[in-house]
């Protein structure tokens, strides 16, 4: 008996450390599993984590390019208003000039035709005056020849229209039988101008008389 529970006793404590043995094992291939499991959750954090990061810096490229063409394009627009800017002047400065020539064209013309205007007025009043001057000496003289036979008939004084003297009534027949008035009829009969009684005394009558 007590052979048997030796032998019993014995059995139970390799049963026992084997039973620990195993418990110790699968305790083990637990921690690997955990540890196993630990690290596949860990390596899939790192690939997220990974990822986040890959996609944050394409995010950070990408805008850093659209930045970079943005900035291109505002530099473009800058240069582009700048040289817009600089040619404003340069335009303002040609439409001026040429606001100007145009001005002075329009004030040359302006000028000759005014001073055409001008010289054309000034004709038309130095013809119009010489028209009023030629009635007014023909008035004149139409006046003087009317005062001159009113005075004469007023007074009993007659004319002779060849010799364009004036004479009494008695005078007046006798002058037509006069050298004188022969004389100035011969002279307009030749188309030459009479001459006054004074001048006629100083014309050698004889030589014109034969003739």
């Known amino acids: 008996v007590v052979r048997q529970v030796v032998t019993e006793e014995g059995e139970f404590e390799v049963n026992l450390g084997l039973e620990r043995k195993r418990v110790q094992q699968q305790k083990q291939l637990q921690e690997q599993s955990r540890q196993t499991t630990e690290n596949n959750d860990s390596s899939d954090d790192l690939d997220t984590v990974d990822d986040d990061i ?13 930045e970079d063409e943005q900035s291109q394009k505002d530099d473009t627009i800058d240069q582009e208003g700048v ?11 040609k439409s001026a000039r040429q606001q100007n020539k145009k001005a002075q064209k329009k004030s040359k013309k302006a000028k000759r035709r005014e001073k055409e205007d ?8 130095e013809a119009e005056r ?5 009635r ?15 005075t004469a008939e007023d007074s009993g004084v007659k004319s002779c229209n ?30 030459r101008t009479c001459v006054g009684e004074q001048e ?10 034969d003739d």
């Open 162 to 191: 060849t010799c364009e003297g004036s004479f009494t009534p008695a005078q007046y027949r006798s002058h037509f039988r006069s050298d004188w008035h022969r004389y100035n009829i011969k002279l307009k009969m030749k188309g």
């Open 130 to 134: 010489k028209r009023t001057e030629e």
């Open 83 to 93: 040289g817009h800017e600089e040619q404003l002047p340069e335009i303002s400065f």
């Open 136 to 150: 007014a000496s023909r008035l004149g003289n139409t006046l003087t020849d009317t005062t001159e036979c009113t």
């Open 200 to 209: 006629f005394k100083l014309c050698d009558m004889d030589a014109f008389f």
């Open 118 to 125: 001008l010289a054309e007025k000034q004709v038309r009043l």
């Open 54 to 66: 890959i996609s944050s810096l394409a995010r950070k490229v990408k805008n850093t390019h659209l």
